[in-house]
């Protein structure tokens, strides 16, 4: 089981930028998919950005643009750089690690259904 921690969250004004981490503890499998996604009270948890093992990166319009996802460290930290944020992106942001044999399973998914671990969330507020 993949340990998940999220860190970087905070407030900013809208037009600002923030940069999420998540540090994972260990990767189990060679092919893998991971993900960044949100959830705004009274709303559902939703896809933001995802990246497989072999680097395909996919967005939700919403973000398209604006927020990118990127892996270092021996590709066990997972980033999500964030600018030009606006009120709507605030939420609890969590990332998500889904193992696999086969990338066609889960790469560009940024359905939370695909993901099995999950870490426990960065709050992120973007004031007006």
């Known amino acids: 089981q993949v340990h998940l921690v999220e860190s970087g969250g905070g407030s900013v004004q809208a037009g600002g930028s923030l940069r999420l981490s998540c540090s994972a503890s260990?990767?189990?499998?060679?092919?893998?998919?991971m993900g960044w996604f949100r959830q705004a009270p009274g709303k559902e948890r939703e896809g933001v950005a995802g990246?497989?093992?072999?680097?395909?990166?996919s967005y939700s319009d919403s973000v398209k643009g604006r927020f990118t996802i990127s892996q270092e460290n021996a590709e066990t930290t997972l980033y999500l750089q964030m600018n030009s944020l606006k009120p709507e992106d605030t939420a609890m942001y969590y990332c998500?690690?889904?193992?696999?044999?086969?990338?066609?399973?889960?790469?560009?998914?940024?359905?939370?259904?695909?993901?099995?671990?999950w870490g426990q969330g960065t709050q992120v507020n973007v004031s007006s």
């Open positions: 260990r990767y189990t499998y060679r092919k893998y998919c």
């Open positions: 998500a690690y889904e193992p696999t044999y086969t990338l066609a399973r889960c790469s560009g998914s940024l359905a939370p259904v695909d993901f099995t671990s």
């Open positions: 990246i497989d093992s072999d680097g395909r990166r």
